[in-house]
């Protein structure tokens, strides 16, 4: 069937002359007197192909069933098109409708419609020009990633969904149970019985593959993971969502500033990337989406990042004079409203803030000789504010195991962990970039739900 199409990005590069066969959802029909006129999509290309019909060329049956949404296949001759902005179109001699949308109830008609619509109808929302785009994004952004680290010698690992272990110690996990529900079995005590569960022990679904890549670190020096994470927040916000995609490299033998340098070389590589491979899409966001996107994304490749330490951080944020909603104090986590002020009106520029409080970061950062600190970092950018969060990793095991405690959390689970640092322990250091975050940071969408095909967040598991 595919066999001797073309696609339609395809039939746009193609020089006029011959017959050619496309296949294809229609986008929008017009009519004159004499011609009739499609916009033809196969989701390939952001440009539409058009179709010119002369009159008497389909049957009235084709010609009533020829709506927008419907699916087709056209054969005709390719030529040049006397319209601007687009250097040829199909003349059309034959026309086979693979699937109706009958005008009457199709939901995507010739007008504009809310993103929140088009969440209702998330099956149907990759046929806009939005999603389109977004999705041809994601796509080139995904493929980007892997190449960043493959031309680096990386390992690609993948880390369990299924773990007993709480990467980020916060415990905001989807637990994982085989359980019958309504009969569950007891302790004494009157806890549930894990040990009848099907793992035997309680098991979550993942926040973090970091653990399982420090593991691999430790054999092949240099490893990355790209899987779904899970968190179970109850978090409404336009940046979080319940599943989401992580990349996560670990690499042995780094420090703080190997770990930074990475970091930036990673953001700019993926935005050249998507530069290159995505023009009319990034075109459209800059157009539709987030004017002056365009200008922003070569500004941060043209920008080197400024390093400040969280404590010079707060102090400008302190004398700044601004009135923000969540007063600024040493000791706190840095706001999503901070981190815009510092990246846009402090520094005009993307920002790698280090050394936080180690009472706000998680156990496994390394702790500073200040003992107050940790070797901490994260990266913010205009308009998102936090993009990648990482760390030099905590390598003494004296230390680690003190610092889970004073957490309040138990060893036990965590026996292996400590036991890389027992026998051959080196210094490392890894971060975490959440893939939907860059997205939006690359497109300008200002919701995570519109940047992920079916998103998962608290009330909503559908599609």
């Known amino acids: 069937m595919r066999k001797g199409s073309l696609s339609v990005r395809e039939a746009l590069a193609a020089s006029p002359g011959g017959t ?24 390939s290309s952001f440009k539409n192909l058009q179709v010119v019909i002369e009159g008497g060329t389909l049957s009235p049956e084709t010609d009533a069933q020829l709506t927008t949404g419907s699916c087709i ?31 009457a109830t199709y939901p995507l008609q010739k007008k504009g419609h809310s993103l929140e619509y088009l969440r209702e109808i998330a099956h149907l929302r990759p046929r806009t020009n939005t999603f389109g785009a977004v999705f041809r994004v994601r796509n080139a952004l995904a493929f ?28 905001a996990m989807f637990g994982v149970t085989a359980l019958d529900l309504m009969n569950l079995p007891r302790t004494p005590e009157g806890k549930i019985d894990y040990s009848q569960d099907f793992f035997g022990s309680p098991a979550y679904l993942t926040v973090s593959g970091q653990l399982e890549a420090e593991i691999m670190a430790l054999a092949f020096s240099q490893v990355y993971t790209f899987a779904p994470t899970f968190r179970a927040e109850e978090s409404n916000t336009a940046r979080h969502a319940s599943e989401f995609w992580m990349i996560e490299p670990e690499m042995a033998f780094y420090d703080l500033d190997d770990n930074r340098e ?106 500073n000789e200040d003992g107050q600190t940790v070797r901490a970092m994260d990266v913010l950018v205009p308009r998102i504010g936090e993009i990648i969060g990482g760390s030099q990793r905590e390598e003494r095991e004296d230390v680690l195991r003190r610092r889970i405690q004073e957490m309040g959390m138990g060893l036990e689970p965590y026996w292996w962990y400590l036991e890389l640092r027992k026998y051959g322990t080196a210094p490392h250091s890894g971060f975490g970039l959440g893939f939907e975050r860059m997205l939006m940071f690359v497109t300008g969408m200002k919701n995570i739900r519109d940047v992920i095909g079916f998103p998962r967040t608290p009330g909503n598991a559908a599609f």
Request: aromatic share 12%; proline share 5%; charged share 25%.
């Open 20 to 43: 050619i066969t496309v296949n294809g959802w229609v986008r929008t029909r017009r009519q004159s007197k004499a011609l009739s006129f499609v916009e033809l999509n196969d989701g």
């Open 73 to 103: 296949q056209v054969t005709g001759g390719l030529v040049a098109s006397p319209a601007a902005g687009q250097p040829v179109e199909l003349r059309a001699k034959e026309m086979h409708i693979w699937g109706t949308a009958p005008a």
């Open 144 to 171: 980007a990633v892997h190449s960043f680290f493959q031309e680096r010698n990386f390992l690609y690992i993948q880390a369990p969904v299924i773990t007993a272990s709480d990467a980020e110690g916060a415990g």
């Open 262 to 367: 990475l970091a930036e070389d990673f953001i700019k590589y993926q935005i050249r990337y998507v530069m290159k491979h995505c023009a009319d899409d990034l075109e459209f966001f800059d157009q539709r989406i987030e004017p002056g996107l365009i200008k922003a994304l070569t500004h941060v490749l043209e920008s080197p990042f400024e390093y400040v330490p969280y404590t010079e951080a707060v102090r400008r944020l302190e004398q700044s004079g601004e009135r923000f909603q969540y007063p600024v104090h040493w000791g706190m986590d840095l706001q999503t409203e901070h981190e815009r002020y510092l990246t846009e009106q402090l520094f005009k520029q993307p920002i790698v803030v280090t050394d936080y409080p180690k009472k706000i970061k998680a156990f496994y950062m390394r702790e």
